[in-house]
């Protein structure tokens, strides 16, 4: 999860939090689903499909949009270039 941040300070604490998600992920998933054993497991490796998804829908917004195929005034296109210029 960390090697997707460039430049993260606190590094140790970014850490930790993110143990204490996947820690508070893993005892929902056991209590909500008691008869789904890898549950847990299962949405763990969704993680990566998905976060390769996100790039490939931010890439094709991004061409839609340099295109003039959508409007320019969306909150998404917003967020979209709000997210581009701090990367």
Not at 6 to 17: A, I
Not at 51 to 74: F, I, M, T, W
């Amino acid at each position: 999860m960390v090697g997707y941040v460039k430049f993260l300070e606190g590094r140790q604490f970014v850490e930790s939090v993110h143990e204490q998600v996947n820690a508070a992920l893993l005892e929902h998933t056991l209590s909500s689903h008691p008869h789904f054993l890898d549950r847990f497991g299962q949405l763990l490796c969704w993680l990566p499909e998905l976060h390769s998804l996100s790039a490939h829908a931010e890439d094709y917004l991004c061409d839609k949009n340099l295109s003039g195929e959508v409007p320019c005034n969306s909150l998404l296109i917003e967020m979209l270039h709000a997210k581009r210029a701090c990367s």
